[in-house]
């Protein structure tokens, strides 16, 4: 078991990492009140059966190599849409929007907060205005 803190920090982390991979949709429930069998959800959408599998397989192996931790179980499969990973006390849960849509597991835990992280990506973006203005600065004084 991982301390609350490690546990939220996981759960960003495989949220990044999902991103990362172009998951669409990614959230993380905190259950660390409604439930004993975890502490957070990390919920994600893949288009297609190769989307699923590439996102799997950066969360798995982004996860060992940074926290040493390999799942405790995968269920699912790609047939099924559906894939879980079990690090128990974080649960990463990746489907199809569909499954999704038809499973709702936003909805059947819908007294979970949700946690709300800072992302990296608003940080680039500012980064890459800042780096057009500039580029755009050296233009007006090369003309």
């Given amino acids: 078991m991982l301390k609350p803190m490690d546990a939220r920090k996981l759960a960003q982390r495989c949220r990044e990492l999902a991103e990362d991979k172009k998951a669409e949709n990614v959230v993380v429930l905190d259950l660390r009140e409604l439930s004993s069998v975890t502490d957070y959800f990390v919920v994600a959408s893949g288009t297609s059966e190769p989307h699923l599998r590439a996102i799997v397989d950066e969360i798995a192996e982004r996860i060992r190599e940074e926290y040493h931790l390999k799942?405790?179980?995968?269920?699912?499969?790609?047939?099924?849409?559906?894939?879980?990973?079990?690090?128990?006390?974080?649960?990463?849960?990746?489907?199809?929007?569909?499954?999704?849509?038809?499973?709702?597991?936003?909805?059947?835990?819908?007294?979970?907060?949700?946690?709300?992280?800072?992302?990296?990506?608003?940080?680039?973006?500012?980064?890459?205005?800042?780096?057009?203005?500039?580029?755009?600065?050296?233009?007006?004084?090369?003309?």
Avoid: C
Wanted: positive net charge.
């Fill in 71 to 143: 799942p405790s179980g995968t269920e699912g499969s790609w047939q099924t849409n559906w894939v879980v990973l079990d690090y128990f006390d974080v649960i990463v849960h990746v489907m199809r929007p569909e499954t999704r849509e038809h499973y709702g597991l936003e909805q059947l835990w819908g007294d979970a907060g949700r946690v709300r992280v800072a992302r990296k990506r608003a940080a680039s973006a500012g980064a890459g205005r800042a780096k057009s203005a500039v580029t755009s600065g050296r233009r007006k004084r090369l003309e």
